[in-house]
């Protein structure tokens, strides 16, 4: 049984920080080839995505866009102020779909920083995709909206690209990305308990458990083995 949300939740916490300590806030390629690389390691399906990125805050008509060009913004009748990921060679955004149910944006923190969406928070944007999406996978088109930490609407769009060219830029093939990718797996921990003591999951296998046995000695069943360390509390 798999249910790596609590993982995924964990994740976007605890991996941002230390990608950030070697990145720019809008490294979107190298953040996003690391989370699929950490996936991969437990077993958990997670590909990259070429999108535009278009997050809007539409009563101060802020905008900030990557993988966008201005036509484009002027064509749909913003032509607000907005920002442009600074210094990046490649003109889009990169993202992971994980397990074809969920939207990890990992470098999102580029938008919070620009548009102030929240306090200096380095984490990952985690959006559960729509049935629709596991039936057809191959285009999308997604829009979130929500409010910010200040109570501002706030409108988040991802749309498909299919540019693949993210695939020959040097942030791709970067030798340093393996080095990094160690420190995270120590910082996730074996494993991390979910939600109020309801389920445990196995950062080996990404296996979820709801079994009070399991929870209570720290098991899993999947490696068949006790994990020995500290717990790491999640809270949902
Ligand atoms: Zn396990």
Redesign the pocket.
Known sequence: MKRPDDLLEHYCRTARPIQRKYMRANSCIGATRLTCDYFGLLGIQAAPRPVKMVVTLPDSKLIYASGVTEEELATAGRRQRYSFGDGATWNGHLVAIVEKRWLLDPSFDQAVEVLGLARSEQRMLLIPLPERFAENPDRFKLTVDGLDDRRRKLRIEYIETRDDSYLETEAWTDDNLPKILPEIARAMGTYSVGGDQETIT?H??G?TSSRRQDIAQRY?V??ASFHHEPEMEVTA
Do not use: N, S
Request: charged share 15%; aromatic share 0%.
């Open positions: 196995c080996l296998c296996t899993c999947r490696c």
